[in-house]
């Protein structure tokens, strides 16, 4: 049966209607679709951030506690958190275990900012402050790290040397691709420790030994999750 104009015209207007009320609720659960994913992403990047700034609170903390283990009533507790601070960002900037850092500072000075080497004669040796660094080795690195030093006085001021000290011993290690090698040259030298291995002869591996010693007891002191 063939239908009029006029139901033709009838049957597009309803068509064109049911398109357009099916079009506007499709718009509608679109809309609120895209809201829903909108709310969850940003729940999402919250969770997020709130896990980044968790794992770095606890890695903080960690770092503080391990400092506060060393240095114990020596620093100011600005002072401390200033080395904290300087602390954590080597550890991220440079990829460096922080324990270690604080392993190398209680063997060599027990934490004591004015600290000074002694030969075992009872002669000066040069070393100075936290890290126990010389004025000639914290000239060589004091300005990749930005630091520019007046005179040795300046390696009894904590962040300083913490800063330089930390420099050198990344330099140590990027020169000779082994840890052991790094921590035997920043205690009797480079120029001994080369001597030593281009003739073979049996490394002294006391220093090194203590330094891993402080490792393993900081470390179990720091992450035991019951202080």
Do not use: C
Request: zero cysteines; proline letters at 2%.
């Amino acid at each position: 049966m063939r239908l009029s104009i006029f139901q033709l015209i009838l049957s597009g207007i309803f068509t064109t209607v049911f398109v357009s009320v099916i079009f506007v609720s499709w718009q509608g659960k679109n809309a609120k679709i895209k809201e829903l994913n909108s709310q969850i992403f940003a729940v999402q990047t919250k969770l997020n951030h709130a896990e980044k700034v968790g794992t770095k609170a606890l890695a903080y903390a960690r770092v503080s506690r391990g400092l506060d283990l060393i240095v114990g009533r020596r620093l100011t507790a600005e002072q401390k958190d200033i080395l904290t601070e300087r602390l954590y960002a080597i550890s991220i900037d440079y990829k460096i275990d922080p324990v270690l850092i604080l392993a190398v500072i209680h063997q060599e000075s027990k934490g004591n900012p004015d600290a000074r080497g002694y030969y075992t004669s009872g002669v000066e040796s040069g070393a100075l402050g936290l890290m126990q660094i010389k004025y000639e080795s914290a000239l060589e690195v004091a300005h990749t790290v930005g630091i520019k030093l007046n005179s040795s006085k300046d390696l009894f001021v904590p962040e300083i040397n913490l800063m330089v000290g930390t420099a050198y011993l990344l330099r140590l290690i990027a020169k000779y691709k082994d840890l052991q090698h790094a921590l035997i040259a920043y205690n009797i030298g480079l120029g001994t420790l080369d001597a030593r291995l281009k003739t073979g002869d049996a490394l002294p591996t006391r220093y090194y030994n203590r330094i891993m010693q402080n490792y393993i007891f900081l470390s179990k002191r720091i992450f035991n999750d019951k202080y």
